[in-house]
């Protein structure tokens, strides 16, 4: 079968999306599959131009396709009569951001007729795939909730587990993965601003602006962490990464709202280390339990010192939690065989 995935694209922007398509493709091959992937150029600023992307999407003509496996805004826009949509997202500033104000829609009735555009867009698109998954529950309630369809949740496999061996704790709490607002690396500098002098932090990952790497250095250098901190902000060779992972003493991933488990945490949980996350992430809370597999706390400065605080505390008790996080997800029984049939039903 030559099935083609479909996803978007952002000049010099690699992150969890890319990741999941790239995998994708080649467990499609290992099973036998022809697949290609097709990145489709996506711009959200100024939000006045995302019709014409969106038209653009869909006056897409395929041919020789067999299946289509599309992802997310406005890349499932396209056309095809036999469609399978693995939803990472919708384009969440016409939805639940609009309605929190978090949204780069205009304001008053330029913004109210660009969301109603992208919603009944959306509702044309969803109404004639053949199958939806959402990456997570998440997803799932958020698609239900403002769009009235429902979906099969299809969780991400890991994409490399090997990698992941976990190893004895260092002396440092790692954050990794794209740096930007959304993903609050700066919430974790002002945490560790109030935390214990012994707490340390390692932030790595490559910064989506130059802006995000900016403001993360000036925090260092405002709230006196140099002795504390260490940056790490570009691209990571894959094997880089997983020796922060794998020496970490916990793993910190805290974005807001977030659609899914999210790669650091699977990564993680893999490498048996124990997650901080907060009340507010979103999908990573099918993972971080508190207590359990880690801890969970207020996006406040203050509750998320005292989290952190924890892991050194007690070295026993965050390995224990690291255990639990790594039996948890091997029990979830997420592997990318099972993921590609489902997929090509």
Same mark, same amino acid.
């Given at each position: ?33 022809? !697949? ?11 939000? !006045? ?172 250098? &405002? ?14 060779? &894959? ?66 010192? &005292? ?39």
């Amino acid at each position: 079968m030559k099935v083609l995935i479909v996803n978007n694209m952002a000049p010099f922007v690699w992150g969890g999306a890319e990741e999941l398509a790239a995998h994708l493709q080649k467990n499609l091959v290992i099973a036998g599959h022809q !697949a290609e992937i097709l990145r489709i150029p996506f711009q959200w600023e100024p939000a !006045a131009r995302i019709p014409s992307q969106m038209l653009m999407v869909r006056a897409f003509e395929l041919w020789n396709v067999d299946h289509v496996i599309a992802l997310k805004f406005p890349a499932y826009l396209i056309r095809h009569p036999k469609k399978t949509l693995w939803l990472l997202h919708q384009y969440r500033q016409a939805y639940d951001l609009y309605d929190t104000g978090q949204s780069n829609l205009p304001p008053g009735a330029a913004g109210l007729e660009l969301q109603t555009l992208i919603r009944h867009a959306d509702q044309e698109s969803f109404a004639e795939s053949r199958h939806i998954f959402s990456n997570s529950e998440v997803t799932r309630q958020r698609l239900l909730k403002y769009n009235g369809f429902d979906a099969e949740v299809l969780l991400p496999p890991i994409n490399d587990p090997e990698l992941f061996p976990g190893g004895e704790p260092g002396d440092y709490i790692f954050a990794g993965g794209r740096v930007n607002g959304m993903k609050r690396q700066h919430l974790l500098l002002e945490a560790l601003a109030q935390a214990d002098k012994r707490v340390k932090l390692l932030i790595a990952g490559p910064p989506d602006r130059p802006d995000d790497a900016a403001s993360l250095r000036e925090a260092v250098e &405002r709230f006196g962490l140099a002795d504390r901190v260490r940056l790490d902000l570009r691209f990571l060779p &894959r094997e880089v990464y997983a020796g922060y992972v794998n020496r970490a003493a916990a793993v910190a991933y805290l974005p807001y709202d977030e659609d899914s488990l999210g790669y650091v945490a699977m990564e993680a949980a893999t490498a048996a280390k124990a997650l901080i996350t907060t009340a507010d992430s979103g999908g990573i809370l099918g993972l971080v339990k508190q207590e359990y597999t880690g801890w969970v706390a207020h996006p406040s400065a203050d509750d998320l010192a &005292r989290a952190m605080e924890a892991v050194f505390e007690n070295a026993a008790r965050a390995k224990m939690y690291g255990q639990s996080a790594r039996a948890l997800w091997e029990n979830m029984k997420i592997n990318w065989p099972d993921t590609v049939e489902a997929l090509l039903r």
